[in-house]
């Protein structure tokens, strides 16, 4: 799968652009705060439907303006497809694949797979358990539609619930009413997270020591109330009961799981250093590529938003080696870096594309 053409009206700094694309590598080249990543960002939107900064809909759109809209053209399993996404402010955002709209925005998670590596990635090490569990739901919904409506239908059963442990509810027919529901998605999220971990965690530990070369050891594991033998959600829940009354919501289940990641056995986020946790959120993404390729069966975009920083060049050379190797397809990469650039397109002849970006605004810097 590639993206052939983008069109971006009044996201975030971007009045109007229009990009047509390498089916390679495409190189965004300019300052800090220019709109590179916006540009990325807006990529991202189309395949998630929301924003990788985190940033609600209506903060997406250009200062002083009352809609945005991107248009974007796709070649995907030898198809072309055409996907336009906007919203007009105080209203819902509307999806439309080849002109007719989505029921339901979940209907499109894992149809135009991609993925992102960013600076915000340092949260996955340092952030909440909620960033973790992030990454873990964006992988598997997007090979496993089944695990996204169970999630989908926990979510919702555990703000019921909660609602009712608010309201101080001691009805034991409506808190059945609603942990059945719970319970039953509960345990397909688990045994969904528990069947996804070792593969990824398998792709993430070659491509640590690829990056990183030998010498240093990782390990992923996933911190669970359901790894406990013999223990069951509604079990769980039952235990739970009366601490939950008190406190006012549901304490336990697939929505406190976490991941937990070691570098030479020690904990990454107190321990690692700056390179050592840069290359550790890059071989999870490159881990999630490769993953969803497999689960899939179609080639995602890779996204590269300013990954260089606070690595050694020993690690910048073998990084750029592995993104440029046969096993990625199309790449987007942004930098302020020129050098950075220049050693990534070095060799891939015309088959590439560079824009110089500056307060919205991209110059093409291709052969004509």
Not at 66 to 73: I, Q
Not at 78 to 107: A, C, V
Not at 255 to 275: K, M, P
Request: glycine share 6%; with cysteine; proline share 2%.
């Amino acid at each position: 799968m590639h993206l052939e053409s983008l069109s971006v009206t009044n996201f975030k700094n971007i009045s109007d652009a229009t990009l047509v694309f390498s089916k390679s590598i495409n190189c965004l080249l300019g300052n800090n705060g220019m709109g590179k990543s916006n540009l990325l960002d807006a990529i991202y939107f189309l395949s998630y439907c929301r924003s990788f900064s985190g940033m609600t809909d209506s903060a997406l759109l250009k200062q002083g303006s009352d809609f945005f809209s991107l248009h974007a053209k796709y070649e995907r399993k030898g198809l072309e497809e055409d996907l336009t996404i906007g919203m007009n402010r105080g209203r819902r955002k509307i999806l439309k694949r080849k002109g007719k709209e989505y029921d339901r925005l979940s209907q499109h998670i894992g149809t135009f797979p991609l993925v992102m590596v960013s600076p915000q990635d340092s949260f996955l090490i340092t952030g909440s358990g909620e960033e973790r569990r992030r990454l873990m739901d964006m992988i598997i919904s997007q090979s496993d539609p089944v695990y996204l409506d169970a999630l989908i239908r926990y979510n919702r059963s555990v703000e019921q619930r909660n609602k009712l442990l608010r309201a101080r509810v001691v009805d034991p027919v409506l808190y059945e009413s609603v942990e059945m529901t719970l319970s039953a998605a509960a345990m397909r999220i688990h045994e969904a997270r528990m069947a996804w971990l070792p593969k990824f965690v398998e792709l993430f530990k070659s491509y640590y020591q690829e990056i990183a070369g030998t010498g240093e050891t990782v390990e992923i594991g996933i911190k669970s109330h359901l790894t406990r033998e013999g223990v069951t959600m509604q079990k769980l829940l039952d235990e739970a009961r009366r601490h939950d009354e008190i406190v006012g919501y549901t304490s336990v289940g697939p929505h406190r799981d976490d991941l937990e990641i070691f570098v030479n056995g020690l904990e990454a986020r107190r321990t690692a250093s700056q390179g050592q946790s840069k290359t550790i959120t890059l071989s999870m993404r490159l881990a999630q590529f490769e993953f969803l390729q497999e689960a899939t069966g179609i080639k995602p975009l890779l996204l590269l938003d300013d990954i260089f920083d606070k690595l050694d060049s020993t690690r910048v050379e073998r990084i750029v080696k592995i993104v440029r190797s046969p096993r990625f397809g199309q790449i987007f990469i942004t930098d302020t870096n020129r050098e950075h650039l220049d050693n990534i397109l070095h060799g891939t002849g015309d088959d590439r594309a560079m824009w110089v970006v500056e307060n919205g605004r991209f110059q093409s810097l291709n052969k004509s």
